[in-house]
């Protein structure tokens, strides 16, 4: 599945079809899922993968959008990248978080639970920020 979303994405990029992108991404995802499958451990590469994927989308995305006859402002093209760079460190740090939290044990009680919600939350937050930005 990897593989095909690869290759999706391949030609996505090749075409200009920005509607390959989210199913590349999603076929990527699913490879690693069916690849998890059986597995009770938690993976502490998840969280690297996810921002990987996150990347990699947004990375395709600009890149589609691009068109060498139209010059970009310097200015928006750090406005950007600083953008991408503040949305990658965000997405790691709540991954890491969460992933932490789905690795202690279920049985910890409520205080555990209180900060699982918390991490939850902010992972909402951080991506609401993101959008309005």
Known sequence: MG???????????TLRWPTTIPWAVLLV???YLLSRAGNSVVDGW?????VLLLLAAELA??????????AAERSL???????????VAA????NFM????????????????????????????VVLRLLRA
């Open 3 to 13: 593989a095909l979303g690869l290759g999706l994405l391949v030609l996505g990029l």
């Open 29 to 31: 995802g699913g490879g």
């Open 46 to 50: 998840a969280a690297a993968i996810g």
């Open 61 to 70: 995305s600009w890149s589609i959008e691009h068109d060498a006859r139209i």
């Open 77 to 87: 093209v750090f406005r950007r990248i600083a953008t991408l760079g503040a949305l």
């Open 91 to 94: 997405a790691l740090l709540v």
């Open 98 to 125: 969460l992933l932490a939290t789905a690795g202690i044990s279920a049985s910890s009680g409520v205080l555990l639970a209180a900060v699982g919600v918390a991490a939850a939350v902010a992972a909402v937050a």
